[in-house]
């Protein structure tokens, strides 16, 4: 009877550390910013977002000595992609010149350095709940 409670408790911790390990913490470091105005905005976005609607989740983070750096907590387990602006005037959107050239400095969690907007297909990852570091450059 005693190995029976002993292997039921090791069950039930098994399926709480599974269920626990739905959802977890994302970071992501621009480490080439250059300039101190404004900060960088960072979102996480899904498949259905992607530079078509606000991210799931989103951080403005300050610049120090040429890096940013944001912490995107309890996101749940699937496929997303980062993107990221150094939102030079803290409008919290992308300036383009007239002729619709960016004037800000843009990257994607794929790191693609393609002419263009990112590319979902280029931009994302897995993400399964464990702590995940991720490095974007513009």
Not at 96 to 102: A, E, K, L, R, S
């Amino acid at each position: 009877m005693k190995t029976i409670a002993v292997l039921a408790a090791m069950l039930l911790g098994a399926l709480v550390q599974a269920q626990t390990g739905t959802s977890g913490n994302i970071s992501a470091t621009v480490p080439n910013v250059s300039g101190t105005e404004g900060s960088v905005v960072f979102g996480l976005y899904s498949a259905e977002t992607f530079m078509k609607a606000e991210p799931e989740f989103a951080v403005s983070a300050d610049i120090i000595d040429g890096k940013a750096v944001a912490h995107f907590e309890d996101v749940p387990h699937g496929t997303y992609a980062i993107l990221v602006m150094h939102d030079k005037n803290d409008n919290k959107k992308m300036d383009f010149d007239t002729n619709g050239m960016p004037l800000e400095n843009y990257g994607s969690s794929g790191n693609g350095m393609s002419y263009g907007p990112p590319v979902w297909e280029d931009s994302k990852f897995d993400f399964d709940g464990t702590p995940k570091q991720l490095e974007i450059r513009f």
